[in-house]
């Protein structure tokens, strides 16, 4: 069994920054991708970013993309979100999630190949 947990959420103001972590445990971390998925009220869970199972490509949304960066320290078993520039649009729950494919080299990540997921931590920017 997988967990997944978050921190890092919290009030920010517009502009501002937000540094997201997920440490993970369970089983071998190193060799799945990794994601962020965020869920802001009255809307579906949608796809922030990704990171392949070494780490050497990332993913992001047209949203996110030049703002949020994400990374990987296999050594910790833990997945960070650095978010920069914040609007109040990104203003959601943020959720961890591990990927079900092992050693995936592809570039398509949805929420329908998630394995595991965390039980999420909120930001809110504030205009």
């Known amino acids: 069994q997988v967990q997944l947990v978050e921190s890092g959420g919290g009030l920010a103001q517009a502009g501002g920054s937000l540094r997201l972590s997920c440490a993970a445990s369970?089983?071998?971390?190193?060799?799945?991708?990794m994601g962020w998925f965020r869920q802001a009220p009255g809307k579906e869970r949608e796809f922030v970013a990704a990171?392949?199972?070494?780490?050497?490509?990332?993913y992001y949304a047209d949203s996110v993309k030049g703002r949020f960066k994400i990374s990987r320290e296999h050594a910790k078993s833990t997945i960070y979100l650095q978010m920069n520039s914040l609007k109040p649009e990104d203003t959601a729950t943020y959720y961890c999630?591990?990927?079900?494919?092992?050693?995936?080299?592809?570039?398509?990540?949805?929420?329908?190949?998630?394995?595991?997921w965390g039980t999420g931590t909120l930001v809110t920017v504030s205009s």
């Open positions: 999630a591990e990927d079900s494919r092992a050693y995936y080299g592809g570039t398509s990540y949805s929420k329908n190949d998630i394995h595991y």
């Open positions: 990171i392949n199972w070494s780490g050497s490509s990332t």
């Open positions: 369970g089983r071998a971390f190193s060799i799945y991708a």
